[in-house]
């Protein structure tokens, strides 16, 4: 964020505008608490300008992420069954896990079958795979979401903003129409509900382009929204979609690693 802060302007996801200097924004996906306790202090502290994406189903719940769930089912410490076997979505799903290579596998695997399921679909396998590994469902310290009372102090730091990022976080290209109004709406009218003013951003979950489509981006002009983050690496040029900006995820890398990658996108 330092060397950030020194070597661009860095906009405001909302205001994010073409100029005639180099310009960054920055943004986090999902709404984990370490936004709050680790990432926070230190936006603030080199004044650094900051969006927050939340799906807010899970906002004040003791639950982790499906997709850490996952994680901790199959990668985590302990011993597992030699054969997990379940039933999703009303079809038999066996999957070897007598081996580290095979319980990567079973998670790769899951990763991929899930994020396709419906809530309820998604939920009945989890139960089904937590119960198999002995895993408890409350979140571990690492892995905590956002409450309420947190999301309202982010509120009121002048230069971190807050936007939608559906309620359940599911594919929305997976979804009617309608479900997706559903989701976008609910996460940007429940969010404002929290922090008691207008929420005018958005993320599409995972936001690669087969994870959204034309009716995702229609929702978003629907609601009024000014900016959308997609998840696909690119530069927001004069001619961008303000509804599919484009964004780099960024690694565990140390500061050369960051400078390599930013320096493919960015003349330094």
Known sequence: MRWLSRTFEVQEFER????????????????YLDNWEVAKPI???????????????YVGTSREFWWDELERVFLTGGDRPRMFSGCVAGKQLTLETSSPEGLMAAYNYA????KTLQVAEREAILDQMR????????????????????????????????????VEHQLLSSLSPDEQWRQIKGSCEQL???IGREVRTFSYPFGGRSDYNRWSVEVCKSLGLS??????????RRWTSHFE??????????LEMFKEKI??????
């Not at 936006?43 to 900051?50: F, I, M, S, T």
């Not at 469902?137 to 990022?165: D, K, N, V, W």
């Open 43 to 57: 936006l603030e502290r080199h004044g650094v300008p900051a969006t927050i994406f939340v799906a807010t189903g």
């Open 131 to 166: 119960v198999w590994a002995g895993t408890p469902a409350t979140a571990r310290e690492s892995h905590q979401i956002m409450g309420r009372e947190e999301l309202r102090e982010l509120a009121r730091c002048s230069r971190i903003g807050l936007g939608g990022h559906t």
């Open 192 to 194: 404002s509900g929290i």
């Open 263 to 268: 320096g493919k996108y960015m003349v330094l």
């Open 16 to 31: 994010c505008r073409v100029g005639r200097r180099a310009a960054i924004v920055v943004t986090f996906d999902d709404g």
């Open 245 to 254: 900006i484009p964004r780099m995820i960024v690694r565990d890398w140390n």
């Open 111 to 114: 990763l991929s079958l899930i």
């Open 227 to 236: 900016r959308v983050a997609a998840n696909f690496p690119g530069q927001l």
